[in-house]
């Protein structure tokens, strides 16, 4: 494609370069997170080495321009000031999730998801780490307000509170859509390797 081609093609849809996202790793080469991953729009990526925040590890062969300066668009980036990594994992519907991989915690099934109160609510059951878990609907329907042992469900694993570590470490096994060639030494790099 000629300058030109690409210029026109660009004004005629302003989204085009929206398809390339930079992966953003913090100071010690490891992305901020996995799932969701850390991703951020090319805009925020070329502001971000314009302004000296972060150093540039990787680039795609696509550039924008201004009057007075051509930069390639960075897929890769790294920050300059290490972000510390939080110490309580946030009691959110995605995280919990997460955590319980997609699941339902009771017959094992993917898909449509909602959440259950083990000890139920009607029962004393607070709304918890400890206490609440992914669940399907049929399962939530036949579970109901009733304790484990009266509705005959039984839990796949206790429900427990996730260090952020064991988060990041369940996201790593869903990656997203898309995955650019220079991204994947920096997620897998500390994968164990097979013999």
Not at 55 to 76: A, L, M, N, Q
Not at 90 to 118: I, M, P, S
Request: one cysteine or more.
């Amino acid at each position: 494609m000629t300058q030109t081609e690409f210029r026109k093609d660009f004004v005629r849809a302003p989204g085009m370069l929206k398809h390339f996202p930079a992966l953003v790793l913090n100071a010690d080469y490891r992305p901020l997170s996995y799932y969701p991953l850390s991703l951020w729009p090319w805009q925020e990526a070329v502001k971000a080495a314009w302004l000296d925040r972060v150093d540039i590890v990787s680039e795609y062969e696509e550039v924008v321009r201004s009057p007075s300066t051509v930069i390639k668009i960075p897929s890769v980036v790294v920050l300059k000031d290490y972000v510390k990594p939080q110490k309580q994992v946030a009691f959110t519907r995605f995280n919990l999730f997460l955590r319980d991989e997609f699941c339902c915690q009771y017959c094992g099934a993917k898909g449509e998801l909602t959440f259950d109160h083990v000890v139920p609510r009607a029962s004393g059951g607070v709304t918890s780490w400890e206490n609440v878990v992914a669940a399907c609907s049929p399962c939530n329907l036949r579970k109901g307000s009733r304790s484990l042992r009266q509705s005959g469900l039984s839990l796949r694993k206790a429900p427990r509170r996730p260090a952020p570590e064991q988060l990041h470490n369940v996201g790593r096994k869903f990656p997203p859509n898309h995955l650019h060639d220079s991204w994947v030494d920096f997620l897998y790099w500390d994968a164990e390797l097979e013999a």
